[in-house]
């Protein structure tokens, strides 16, 4: 049985075309024409990836996408009308795992719905490592959580992906577009301050925790996960 995947867009010709052409290369679908819809459709059939129009009715695409990463880390590919860079910054905000602008050619759709699910470990393929134990530190991203000196810490989807992605490869240096495109995924053109945004909010969390390691700058190329 292929990928389901949830389509969430309220023109009835984009969803059926997108429909007809999933299925052709082997994914079952469902679509939702508005937002509430989604969200129920969502809960409901547990799809392995969502594709999520921006203007819709009921509740629109950032309503939906904050209502699924309440509790999900559900791969999400926003799809929208606009080509803004302010959309492509809420949408790494709020844990889009991509973006893509209408029109789009539906070849380009499905090589990035392949992408987004080879890199989230959600096409089947066995992540080598999902748990990484460092001093007075755990970040599991089977269950999501982040230990800090035994205790469990409220951590959003992003910022547990980009201390995984730190952690995985002690004191390699990531620049912060690297970071952008291998942990966002975003064809991103925007204000690169996003990954410094996330290291921050990281760093309040792990500051003083242990002098085993540390999440260092390095300045003028960008961060890296640094282990003594």
């Known amino acids: 049985m292929g990928k389901m995947i949830l389509i969430v867009e309220d023109d009835a010709n984009i969803s059926e075309l997108v429909r007809m052409y999933l299925e052709k290369e082997g994914y079952e679908t469902r679509i939702a024409g508005d937002g509430g819809e989604g969200v129920d459709l969502f809960r409901k059939v547990k799809p392995d990836l969502v594709l999520l129009d921006i203007m819709l009715p009921v509740m629109d695409g950032w309503g939906v996408l904050r209502t699924i990463r309440q509790d999900s880390t559900t791969p999400v590919i926003m799809l929208t009308a606009k080509g803004e860079t302010n959309?492509?910054?809420q949408?790494?905000?709020?844990?889009?795992d991509d973006y893509l602008t209408k029109p789009f050619e539906m070849k380009e759709l499905l090589a990035r719905i392949e992408a987004v699910l080879r890199r989230t470990?959600?096409?089947?393929?066995?992540p080598k490592a999902r748990r990484l134990t460092f001093d007075k530190l755990v970040i599991d991203l089977d269950s999501f959580e982040l230990i800090v000196d035994g205790k469990r810490v409220e951590t959003p989807p992003k910022e547990m992906e980009l201390l995984f992605h730190l952690?995985?490869?002690p004191n390699r240096v990531y620049t912060r577009n690297q970071l952008l495109?291998?942990?966002?995924g975003f064809d991103y053109f925007g204000d690169s301050r996003t990954v410094d945004v996330h290291v921050k909010r990281l760093r309040e969390k792990l500051e003083g925790v242990s002098d085993k390691w540390s999440l260092k700058t390095v300045w003028g190329v960008g961060y890296k996960f640094e282990v003594l």
């Open 91 to 96: 949408g790494l905000k709020h844990g889009a």
């Open 121 to 126: 470990g959600a096409d089947g393929d066995k």
């Open 181 to 184: 495109d291998e942990v966002w």
């Open 167 to 169: 952690a995985s490869s």
């Open 87 to 89: 959309d492509k910054v």
